[in-house]
């Protein structure tokens, strides 16, 4: 089992930076991979970034690539997205999610991920 506990969302202007946090409890984090989706409203939720368990390997949209990046701290048990350059269209949504099992093949698919975050609000305005 692991419980998700997202933060670090806000209101930030277009160019500006924030941090999201996923903060894990449980056994299996330190072998999950562990992915970042978002909701925008009236949009269906979809993949932004995901990470390895032991941090070998990362994928990212295609919108987000270039501005966000995707870290993880086993010792924290926290994985982390760093986005800088916002834009208006980043407003949604996000939700940290984990895959158990060691796995180096990173998913996309939301179906993939066992378990989820509350989500975070992150507002660009423009």
């Known amino acids: 089992q692991v419980q998700l506990v997202n933060s670090g969302g806000g209101l930030v202007q277009a160019g500006g930076s924030l941090r999201l946090s996923c903060a894990a409890s449980?056994?299996?984090?330190?072998?999950?991979?562990m992915g970042w989706f978002r909701q925008a409203p009236g949009k269906e939720r979809e993949f932004v970034a995901a990470?390895?368990?032991?941090?070998?390997?990362?994928l990212y949209a295609d919108s987000v690539k270039g501005r966000f990046t995707i870290s993880r701290d086993n010792a924290k048990n926290t994985v982390y997205l760093q986005m800088n350059s916002l834009k208006p269209e980043d407003t949604a949504v996000y939700y940290c999610?984990?895959?158990?099992?060691?796995?180096?093949?990173?998913?996309?698919?939301?179906?993939?991920?066992?378990?989820w975050g509350q989500g975070t609000q992150v507002t660009v305005s423009s």
């Open positions: 449980g056994r299996t984090f330190s072998s999950s991979a």
């Open positions: 999610a984990a895959d158990p099992g060691y796995h180096q093949r990173l998913e996309v698919r939301q179906y993939e991920y066992d378990y």
């Open positions: 990470i390895s368990w032991n941090s070998d390997s990362r």
